[in-house]
Each structure stands twice: as structure tokens, then as C-alpha cells.
């Protein structure tokens, strides 16, 4: 009796065995259709879709509009000529940095927003959580790309900017390490804490 019972399972997952198979096979095959559709690639006609958000803040008239310093002042200047800036916070002074100043600075910077980051993909910043003066810990240098050192001139100490760079002002055509692709406007929320000119120094920065 019990080897007619196992001759009988047997039998069974002889002919059970293939039809499970063929029960799985549609259903792995259908979730890896179902991942090919939903995959979205971030930076799909990115150089199009940054010259187009660049064209709306061109003409954006609440922007404050910063000429590339590099260029003279009477030069004829198109869209990527300028840096456009939202003031969120101005302070009462008049000196701004030189172009050989060291300056102290926190900020955030990100991309245009994107499909899986609507608010931009930050690719870099001196600070976590919201900002707050009290807390930000900043950084200081005397390098910037062209965009950047372009409001920073403009700028005066105790200052909040949100500057957004086309990417003519920024990396241009090339990739800058995995972080930031060609052709990306870059957009940065900059605090100015402090600066000082070629000679002089200061003491390490502490928080309020």
C-alpha cells in the first residue's frame, strides 16, 4: 500500500512539476515588463529642459538679474550671460567681496527639479536641515565657479540669496564627477557670513 501511494506521488510531481513552471515563468516575466515601464530616466533631454527653465527665468522679472563678471560692462549679453537671483534675506551693508577676497559662506546647492526629485536633487551643501544662521556651519574659499563668484561680488555680508546658474556659467557640457550632469543650471540658496581681503585672516568660524 505504501509504495502505491508513492508511485502515485510520484506520478503526480512528474506531471505537477512543468505546469508550476509554467505558471511562474509569465508572472516574473510581466514584473520585469511592469520595472522597464515604470524606469524613468532623471536626465532624458536634459540639455532641452535646462535651456528651457533658463528661458523662463530670463523672463521672470521678479529675478534680480547679475551679468557674468568676466564680461565688460557694456558687452552685448544673451539669457547665459546672466545669473538671476532671488533676494530672501539683505543686510544694511555696502562693501561687497573682490574678486581676490576670501569669502565665508553656507549654502545648498541642486538641480532643476526632475522626476524623482521635484524639489532638485542637491548635490551639495555646508549644512543639513532647514538653514538658520544660528546653526549653518559655513564654508569659506576663494574659487567659485564663474556664476557663483558672479552674485558673490554683488553681495554683501549677512546677505541670503537663492541664485540660480545657467550651466554656460557652471560645468557647461561636462559631467562634474557623478553628482552633476552636463548641461544642468544649477541652483543655489548662499548665506554670506563673512569675507577679508588677500593678507588679512579670521578666526575659526563658531556658531552662535
Same mark, same amino acid.
Not at 511592469?34 to 524613468?40: A, F, G, R
Given at each position: ?6 508511485? /502515485? ?18 508572472? +516574473? ?8 515601464? +515604470? ?6 533631454? @536634459? ?39 532671488? /533676494? ?8 561687497? !567681496? ?14 532643476? !527639479? ?7 536633487? /542637491? ?9 538658520? @544662521?544660528?546653526?549653518?556651519? !559655513? ?21 541670503? @540669496? ?17 553628482? +552633476? ?28
Amino acid at each position: 500500500m505504501t509504495k502505491s501511494i508513492e508511485k /502515485v506521488a510520484m506520478t503526480l510531481a512528474k506531471w505537477l512539476m512543468p505546469l508550476c513552471l509554467l505558471t511562474v515563468v509569465p508572472l +516574473i516575466s510581466c514584473e520585469e515588463d511592469d520595472d522597464d515601464d +515604470i524606469y524613468v530616466d532623471e536626465f532624458d533631454n @536634459w540639455q532641452q529642459r535646462n535651456d528651457e527653465v533658463l528661458a523662463q527665468w530670463a523672463s521672470d522679472p521678479s529675478f534680480r538679474k547679475i551679468k557674468n563678471y568676466a564680461l565688460n560692462e557694456n558687452a552685448t549679453a544673451g539669457n547665459s550671460d546672466y545669473v538671476y537671483v532671488k /533676494v530672501l534675506e539683505e543686510a544694511s551693508g555696502t562693501e561687497a !567681496p573682490l574678486l581676490t577676497d576670501t569669502v565665508r559662506i553656507a549654502y545648498r546647492g541642486h538641480l532643476i !527639479p526632475s522626476e524623482s526629485f521635484p524639489d532638485g536633487y /542637491v548635490f551639495d551643501q555646508s549644512y543639513l536641515n532647514d538653514f538658520s @544662521w544660528a546653526t549653518a556651519y !559655513p564654508s569659506q574659499g576663494a574659487s567659485w565657479i564663474t556664476g557663483l563668484q558672479s552674485a558673490l561680488l554683488q553681495m554683501h555680508a549677512g546677505d541670503r @540669496w537663492l541664485i540660480h546658474i545657467p550651466y554656460q556659467l557652471a560645468y557647461g557640457g561636462s559631467d562634474n564627477s557623478s553628482t +552633476i550632469p552636463a548641461y544642468s543650471n544649477l541652483i543655489f540658496d548662499v548665506a554670506l557670513f563673512d569675507f577679508w581681503h588677500p593678507g588679512e585672516t579670521r578666526p575659526p568660524f563658531k556658531a552662535r
